[in-house]
């Protein structure tokens, strides 16, 4: 039975398709629209009490929260394809210490600018200015720390491509494409560099190309 | 005999309680380091080399510096599988996938109001800061939502990732602490027949209760 991932559509969805692909691990996915409330269906909240996406069925497994998944699939498949989680112990500690960051400090900012500049239109809501720059002035903070880190480290974890890596890579499309703040990114010389290396690597491609975003 | 592992932070930080209560399930030997945030110390240089942000815990196990607490408590039970608590964190990777799906259900979904309504009822006031009574009611009806699925989880599963306590069900452990203790919102959690009986499970671990201990000697 192949793995199943729901909502491609949209960018949380991608970090687990993202993660499929780099282990070279077969999937389907399910078109879940947002706009038309399917993630309030009965039958999705019984796979995703939330309501949220993604969720993903391997086998007799569901599983919700794509890091949750994408962990899970890491270290399923961890003799093949790219390695994701570091060699070591320490390394894998260092993977999760970074995936954290990306759940805790970027992940808040970067989904509320997403949410007011690209979904609020959509939903017929107007946006709120006030909510806008707060958050980018907090992704800006966000940011300057990463640009420190990434100027002794080649990606977060180490000087290995990871998860933590990967997991920025959906919503940073967003801030640097439909989002119009590029900038953010290219002002910054090391954060602009990571961006450039994970940004082109295939398996982003091929999401894109198979996933293509609400906008 | 291991140097004992180092924790950074004062044990009233929900973040750095979250650690601790994870290094006592894992009889893990540890040092704790403490750090005056009212003299600001988590935002001195030597600081902000273990942890970038400025926020506690920061964490050191030998030549390895970690932060972010559920970062460190999955690293304490991959590297002592064996020490302490055996099931924290799973015996097989089904179990460990359903740990680390409501760990990040804790961190996405029940973190965020549950943080807000602690700092808007229990530090706002400390710290003679004006409540915001909107953010107030927004996010204790949020909560109120994310519990009504805990309750329907628990009412099929004695703990959030299946039978045995795990680093999910510990990780709630702070907030719902301080809401249940020094608030008046303690009952979005004990009038919940299924929640209720689960708080009253997790609370009564004797990790736990070394950490209120913890808590009520550093002032």
């Known amino acids: 039975m192949v793995v199943k991932v729901y909502g491609p559509a949209y960018a949380s969805p991608k970090r687990v398709i993202l993660c499929l692909i780099e282990k070279g691990v077969e999937f389907e996915t399910v078109h879940v629209d947002l706009l038309k409330g399917e993630n309030r269906d009965p039958e999705f909240l019984k796979m995703q009490p939330f309501g949220s996406l993604p969720v993903t069925q391997d086998g007799d497994l569901t599983l919700f929260e794509s890091r949750a998944t994408m962990r899970y699939f890491a270290e399923k498949y961890k003799s093949q394809g790219t390695d994701l989680l570091g060699k070591t112990l320490e390394e894998k500690a260092l993977v999760d210490n970074w995936i954290d960051v990306e759940a805790t400090s970027f992940n808040p900012p970067i989904y509320a600018l997403t949410f007011q500049i690209l979904f609020a239109p959509a939903l017929g809501l107007t946006k709120d200015e006030k909510v806008i720059q707060e958050n980018e002035e907090k992704l800006a903070k966000v940011l300057d720390i990463y640009e420190e880190r990434l100027s002794k480290s080649k990606y977060l974890a180490g000087d290995f491509f990871s998860l933590a890596d990967l997991s920025h890579i959906p919503f940073t499309q967003y801030l640097v494409g439909p989002m119009g703040k590029e900038p953010m990114v290219k002002s910054r010389k090391h954060v602009s560099a990571w961006w450039d290396d994970i940004s082109s690597r295939p398996s982003w491609a091929k999401t894109l190309q198979i996933c293509p975003p609400p906008m | 005999m291991a140097t004992p592992v180092k924790v950074y932070g004062p044990p009233l930080s929900t973040a750095v309680s979250r650690v601790l209560a994870c290094v006592l399930e894992k009889d893990v030997q540890f040092q704790l380091i403490p750090i005056n945030m009212s003299k600001g110390e988590h935002k001195s240089s030597d600081f ?172």
Request: charged content about 25%.
């Open chain 2, 48 to 219: 902000l080399k273990i942890q970038p942000f400025g926020q506690v815990p920061a964490f050191q196990d030998e030549d390895l510096s970690l932060f972010e607490s559920r970062a460190i408590c999955r690293y304490l039970c991959e590297k002592h599988p064996g020490k302490g608590n055996t099931k924290l964190y799973g015996t097989n990777p089904l179990v460990k996938a359903s740990i680390d799906q409501w760990l990040e259900a804790e961190g996405q979904t029940f973190n965020p109001p549950s943080s807000i309504l602690m700092f808007q009822l229990v530090f706002a006031p400390r710290m003679k800061i004006k409540q915001d009574q909107t953010l107030i009611n927004k996010n204790e009806e949020k909560l109120a939502k994310v519990l009504e699925v805990y309750e329907k989880r628990l009412g099929e599963s004695r703990f959030l990732a299946g039978d045995d306590f795990s680093l999910a069900d510990l990780s709630h452990l702070p907030n719902a602490h301080y809401l249940v203790n020094a608030t008046d919102k303690g009952e979005l959690f004990t009038s919940k027949k299924n929640v209720g009986r689960w708080w009253a499970e997790i609370t009564s671990r004797d990790s736990w209760k070394k950490v209120v201990e913890m808590q009520k000697q550093k002032n």
